[in-house]
């Protein structure tokens, strides 16, 4: 669709802007300019000033850097939240995910990426050392480390813990193994020889 | 993911408008808009302004009601093409379809969709009227209907053909049949069917 020749500039350069944007092709791209020309001017421009907006005015908490649309955000200032756990995880899509559960009364702490020197991240690109100062400064019990299971992961963890090494504090990995109700013959085998060695004491809230 | 707790309401905002866009769920749209706050502020800028300028500026060809930047399209002004005849579509999209062939030199006109009495659109929906306008006003020499072959597109197809009836100009549609390259017994029997009845002479050039 390369040499497509648009009838106007202006949707050429419409469905180029949107072609940018990942898992977004020309053709996706121009069914979408032509969908918001469809639509009043004034929803048209409600949908570009959302976008400039949110780059303009969005700020990052200054406690876990998750984005946030005040200082500190509201999982971090919320009373009822208790500070003493706190979640390591890589970006805010993983506290979104995280939140949906229910399961989590902590806080959190966005890295905003893993160690990958092939991308060229270090651990000074990452929010690793304001970690370190945060749990060194408060009253943390348990750091539960909550990244990909990929060899960057795995690295960032290693680092993370040894970082943490002669602070009092629990460091916790999320627990890995046959999701509920997945078949065991259809589960991979590093996942479930994980759930064999990592097994844990059978009771009856379990299985609820 | 209708109960999602977003971190930020600048971002819920964002994710909202992206997510009424066709075929895009919440889940993508987060992906999207995340995508964009790594972007530099110029870009975000200039993917927001490129949508808000399209519906503000963007015009529709006086003669043929596509979409241009000028009065009269690139298309409908072009002394190297032949106004003796023109090709019926229902979107801009059919159009960029058949210029990609390079195998038209003539006009369009398009409708702008087809009649569709269950959505409400009727014939003066569409620019059925000026079209009409448009054959008697000057030396058409051929109509070529390019519908989609719905019942829709069957029934603006004999709509139009009525209306020209009156006038001296050929109708013709575009070949139904079997695709280049495509075989005989994976074609469905009604497009088969339409390829033996509408069978043409064999020449050289076909088969290049």
Chains 1, 2 share one sequence.
Request: aromatic letters at 4%; one cysteine or more; glycine letters at 8%.
């Amino acid at each position: 669709m390369g040499n497509d020749k648009y009838p106007s500039k202006l949707l050429e350069s419409a469905v180029e802007e949107f072609s940018k944007l990942p898992g977004i092709g020309r053709k996706t791209a121009l069914r979408l300019v032509l969908h918001l020309l469809r639509q009043d001017q004034s929803e048209v421009e409600a949908f570009g000033n959302a976008v400039i907006q949110l780059k303009k005015e969005i700020k990052h908490c200054t406690v876990c850097h998750n984005i946030s649309d005040t200082e500190v955000c509201s999982i971090c200032s919320s009373p009822g939240r208790t500070s003493s756990a706190i979640c390591v995880v890589e970006s805010i899509r993983d506290v979104m995910s995280i939140e949906n559960t229910h399961q989590f009364n902590g806080q959190y702490h966005v890295l905003g990426g893993v160690i990958s020197p092939m991308d060229g991240i270090g651990p000074n690109e990452l929010e690793i050392d304001s970690l370190v100062e945060r749990v060194r400064e408060n009253d943390t019990a348990e750091v539960i480390l909550a990244l990909s299971t990929t060899m960057e992961g795995d690295t960032t963890n290693f680092y993370i813990y040894k970082k943490l090494k002669n602070i009092e504090v629990r460091v916790t990995t999320i627990a890995r193994g046959v999701s509920v109700g997945g078949e065991l013959e259809y589960t991979d085998e590093l996942t479930l020889g994980r759930s064999i060695v990592n097994r844990v004491t059978y009771n009856d809230t379990l299985s609820q």
